[in-house]
């Protein structure tokens, strides 16, 4: 049934390492249980450059990437109940069927009702609805929001206030829980702790929001690009090290914490990192949370002596929030002024440019850019 085909503007990821191009592409409508979106704004996350280059085991050429928008709802296929059209949504590449295992445990968010055929580039019915040419595009996390239009399964649609600017709030869709989400969901981080937080981008200078909203002691942020202090500083960071200039990271941390870090975030994807983010926090208690993704077949490794002695290494995935029932929140905290984004968005980009946004990623010139549609 092709009935639905429609034309959409998308960037296209062709194979790895090469530049996106922008194309008009096929769109088929949704099928049950899914909703054609309008997608207004997408930011650009590390995880997309992951993934466009090569290094994601899961990464499938050629593929619609983008996981972190913000649009509307253009239509929506049988059964869809809790959506309709003019809804005001942010696309979820962690879904909340609120049935399965996973969801009904309320001991994780990672819903797996859609899990292993978001992982082949496909909606839950096995096939695409993107085309070219007559030939088939990979969805990509569940979401594809580097195209102006996608379906998007119900479950993995957080319903928002109609009055959120989309170019802001599509940093909630990724980097803004994720950071946020990994200090209050996943660490439950108490107010007087000390943390450190390895890696200021995206994701890590949103750990420091969070933890200065949780009223975090000493929050101790690192990094090799020493142009990223100033802007932690204003987030809450209180201490800066750069591992270039310390002889020795880890005990640099434990001087500053009397011992060792409550806890840290390792918000970079590199598995040396991740070893010292452990080994900086506290004997008895320190957890250390690993929120970047580390590159295919990457093994992390630390004498088992450290966590005999009480050190906890964990991990999390989209911050351990529930989104459709965290992401509207969040989105709450935004509009009240709870919580700062406008400073985090960098650049802001037309959908022809979004391989400057990748570009400055890779030079460290941008914290978020936002492609507007
Ligand atoms: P980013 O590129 O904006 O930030 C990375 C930062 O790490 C940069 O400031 C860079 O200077 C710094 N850095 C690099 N190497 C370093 C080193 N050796 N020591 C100290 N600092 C170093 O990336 P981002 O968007 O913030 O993403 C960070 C990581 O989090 C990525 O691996 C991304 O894939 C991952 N991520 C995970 C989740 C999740 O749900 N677990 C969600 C979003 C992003
Ligand atoms: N596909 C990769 C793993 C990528 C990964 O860890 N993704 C995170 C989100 S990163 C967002 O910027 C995640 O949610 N993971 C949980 C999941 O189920 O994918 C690989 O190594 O195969
Ligand atoms: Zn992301």
Same mark, same amino acid.
């Given at each position: 049934n092709? $009935?639905?085909?429609? $034309? +959409?503007?998308?960037?296209?990821?062709?194979?790895? $390492?090469?530049?996106? +191009?922008?194309? *008009?592409?096929?769109?088929?409508?949704?099928?049950t249980g899914e909703v054609l979106v309008e997608i207004k704004a997408t930011g650009i996350c590390h995880t997309d450059y992951y993934t466009l280059s090569g290094a994601d085991p899961e990464g499938l050429f050629p593929a619609v990437l983008g996981h972190e928008g913000a649009g509307i709802v253009v239509d929506v296929g049988k059964d869809v109940k809790s959506l309709q059209p003019g809804d005001h949504v942010i696309p979820l590449y962690t879904p909340e069927c609120r049935e399965c295992k996973f969801c009904l445990s309320q001991k994780t968010n990672l819903c797996q009702a859609i899990r292993s055929t978001q992982g082949q580039g496909l909606m839950p019915d096995s096939t695409s609805r993107f085309s070219l040419n007559n030939k088939p595009l990979f969805h990509y996390m569940g979401t594809s929001t580097f195209s102006n239009f996608t379906v998007v399964p119900e479950i993995a649609l957080a319903k928002i206030r109609p009055d959120a600017p989309f170019d802001k709030v599509c940093y909630i869709g990724c980097g803004v829980t994720t950071g946020i989400g990994a200090v209050l969901f996943t660490a439950k981080v108490e107010?007087?702790? *000390?943390?450190?937080?390895?890696?200021?981008?995206?994701?890590?200078?949103?750990?420091?929001?969070?933890? $200065?909203m949780v009223g975090a002691d000493k929050i101790i942020g690192i990094d090799i690009n020493p142009e990223r202090e100033a802007m932690a500083r204003d987030f809450g960071m209180t201490h800066f090290l750069n591992p270039n200039n310390e002889a020795d990271i880890v005990d640099a941390v434990v001087q500053l914490t009397d011992g060792g870090a409550d806890y840290s975030f390792e918000c970079i994807g590199n598995t040396k990192v991740m070893r010292q983010a452990l080994e900086c926090t506290h004997k008895g208690w320190g957890r250390s949370i690993i929120v970047g993704v580390a590159e295919a077949g990457a093994e992390i490794s630390t004498r088992p002596f450290q966590l005999v002695t009480g050190r906890k290494w964990e991990g999390t995935a989209f911050g351990g929030a529930r989104g459709r029932t965290d992401v509207p929140k969040i989105v709450d905290w935004y509009m009240e002024g709870k919580i700062n984004i406008d400073t985090l968005i960098t650049h802001t980009l037309k959908l022809e440019d979004i391989n400057e946004g990748f570009q400055l990623m890779k030079a460290g010139k941008s914290i978020r850019s936002v492609v507007v549609y």
């Open positions: 092709r $009935k639905n085909l429609m $034309k +959409t503007r998308a960037a296209v990821a062709w194979q790895a $390492k090469q530049p996106l +191009t922008i194309e *008009h592409i096929d769109l088929d409508g949704p099928k107010a007087g702790s *000390h943390i450190a937080v390895f890696g200021l981008g995206g994701i890590g200078l949103n750990v420091i929001q969070g933890a $200065k």
